[in-house]
Nanobody, 124 residues
Framework: QVLLVESGGGLVQAGGSLRLSCAASGRTFSNYAMGWFRQAPGKEREFVAGITWSGGSTSYLDSVEGRFTISRDNAKNTVHLQMNSLKTEDTVVYYC?????????????????WGQGTQVTVSS
């Protein structure tokens, strides 16, 4: 059974930091790219960051570039999203996603498995 479990969400003041983690199990973690998405109520799920199977390449949403960093540990089957300089507009639910190939895909259709989501709330 494939399982993705996110952790690390919460409440933080604007300008603060949070680190999201996602523990993966059920398939060979290192064979696939991973991604983080976010979704506000009534809106489509939005690509935030992606990382290739090896961790050698990353991609980011323009509005988080330079503030967020995605990383992975293939030995521990985990992927992380370090979020710095958080803004109130970053307040949404964040989802970890397991890709269908080794390359980064910015479309949610490129991911076959999803975590349950973790709420991030940034207060002003």
């Amino acid at each position: 059974q494939v399982l993705l479990v996110e952790s690390g969400g919460g409440l933080v003041q604007a300008g603060g930091s949070l680190r999201l983690s996602c523990a993966a199990s059920g398939r060979t973690f290192s064979n696939y790219a991973m991604g983080w998405f976010r979704q506000a109520p009534g809106k489509e799920r939005e690509f935030v960051a992606g990382i290739t199977w090896s961790g050698g390449s990353t991609s980011y949403l323009d509005s988080v570039e330079g503030r967020f960093t995605i990383s992975r540990d293939n030995a521990k089957n985990t992927v992380h999203l370090q979020m710095n300089s958080l803004k109130t507009e970053d307040t949404v639910v964040y989802y970890c996603a397991w890709g269908q190939s080794r390359v980064i895909v910015r479309d949610s259709a490129g991911y076959g498995y999803w975590g349950q989501g973790t709420q991030v709330t940034v207060s002003s």
